[in-house]
């Protein structure tokens, strides 16, 4: 996505929504056939999302955009719950998901590759750190960072049964 239209919708809708008792997670616009606009989000009180949430944030981000209109094409609006494996965007989520496992993927080959599986040790200044499966310690620059998402383990569906993290 352009991060100009990336920042334009955010600086638009993420003021509402967290007026509303909400945070964005992420934004994504995906091209092909007709254009979608994708938003993840969560709750503030960190109870879990319901399809009502979802309802409400698409009311209230459709009357935003529909004023604005920073996307000049027609698109379908969907607003999701981040789920179990959730997407780690930014830098406070690696540092609220640590000691989960987590997937990698870095921008720039980095330790001879681009993705990584292991456990999350949360952020140590301008870096993420990780221990890999195989027991490398990797501090890996945030900025470098493509993608990323936890992987989903025991550990992580007992946090979600017990109601933390937003999961």
């Known amino acids: 996505m352009d991060y100009s239209v990336h920042d334009k919708i955010a600086s638009i809708i993420e003021p509402s929504v967290a007026a509303m008792g909400y945070a964005i997670v992420q934004i994504r616009l995906i091209e092909g056939g007709r254009m979608t606009l994708q938003i993840m989000a969560e709750r503030l009180d960190g109870v879990g999302m319901n399809v009502d949430d979802c309802a409400d944030i698409s009311r209230a981000v459709s009357a935003l955009l529909d004023v604005e209109d920073p996307i000049t094409e027609a698109y ?5 719950s981040p789920g179990i494996d959730r997407p780690l965007v930014k830098k406070m989520d690696f540092e609220r998901f640590a000691n989960y496992e ?19 040790n949360g952020v140590k200044g301008a870096d993420v750190l990780l221990t890999t499966e195989e027991g490398n310690q990797l501090a890996i620059p945030y900025d470098k960072i493509r993608s990323a998402k936890l992987v989903i383990t025991d550990a992580l569906l007992k946090a979600a049964a017990a109601g933390r993290h937003n999961v």
């Open 76 to 80: 379908n609006l969907e607003i999701s």
């Open 102 to 120: 987590v997937k990698l993927e870095t921008k720039i080959v980095f330790e001879s590759r681009k993705r990584f599986k292991g456990m999350l």
